[in-house]
T-cell receptor, first 114, second 114 residues
Framework: DAGVTQSPTHLIKTRGQHVTLRCSPISGHKSVSWYQQVLGQGPQFIFQYYEKEERGRGNFPDRFSARQFPNYSSELNVNALLLGDSALYLC?????????????FGSGTRLTVV | DQQVKQNSPSLSVQEGRISILNCDYTNSMFDYFLWYKKYPAEGPTFLISISSIKDKNEDGRFTVFLNKSAKHLSLHIVPSQPGDSAVYFCAASGSGGSNYKLTFGKGTLLTVNP
């Protein structure tokens, strides 16, 4: 069975550009969450989507947006990239919004902004 | 304001000995706690969790202890193996409307020496 898949694995962008990161959840999982992990820090919550609706949002600026598609895959979009957006972006899928059922993380997308 | 704290950035133990990783939290609304292990270039992998109604949970070599009054939890690994060398993250989720996201600590790098 495929786990959570994220693409691309690595990405280099220039300040001011836009980026789209993609995530496919485990089959049967209807919830996708996005986290940002800056070097030396733990992952920080960005969004959770469930059944194509946003169910939670972390403390990130409006430059960050996301959506979930009918097949439960998801995209994270970041506009007007800043150097500080350089990080590992993790996608996690779960059966429902309740974390007592657990999360499975993908391997992440390493974004470098130059 | 860091709500989940892992005050030891690193820990080194000998193979076969016990590894004890500590975590403190400040938010009284947290009621579910998880430990994740992360290897370089991979996403975090779920290890073990504990609900606030319990004070101990075991799974093989891994045991998590929760002291609610002290807002402290610890992960014990016995016996430690070289393959356990990784970054360990403590994470917490809240009850009711805030159980959709995890709040992570900064992580502790565990090195198990042969």
């Amino acid at each position: 069975d495929a786990g959570v898949t994220q693409s691309p694995t690595h990405l280099i962008k220039t300040r001011g550009q836009h980026v789209t990161l993609r995530c496919s959840p485990i089959s049967g999982h209807k919830s996708v969450s996005w986290y940002q992990q800056v070097l030396g820090q733990g992952p920080q919550f960005i969004f959770q989507y469930y059944e194509k609706e946003e169910r939670g949002r972390g403390n990130f600026p409006d430059r960050f947006s996301a959506r979930q598609f009918p097949n439960y895959s998801s995209e994270l979009n970041v506009n007007a990239l800043l150097l500080g957006d350089s990080a590992l972006y993790l996608c996690a899928s779960s059966l429902t919004t309740d974390l007592n059922y657990g999360y499975t993380f993908g391997s992440g997308t390493r974004l470098t902004v130059v | 304001d860091q709500q989940v704290k892992q005050n030891s950035p690193s820990l080194s133990v000998q193979e076969g000995r016990i590894s004890i990783l500590n975590c403190d939290y400040t938010n009284s609304m947290f009621d579910y706690f998880l430990w994740y292990k992360k290897y370089p270039a991979e996403g975090p992998t779920f290890l073990i969790s504990i609900s606030s109604i319990k004070d101990k949970n075991e799974d093989g070599r891994f045991t998590v202890f929760l002291n609610k009054s002290a807002k402290h939890l610890s992960l014990h690994i016995v016996p430690s193996q070289p393959g356990d060398s990784a970054v360990y993250f403590c994470a917490a989720s809240g009850s009711g409307g805030s159980n959709y996201k995890l709040t992570f600590g900064k992580g502790t790098l565990l090195t198990v020496n042969p």
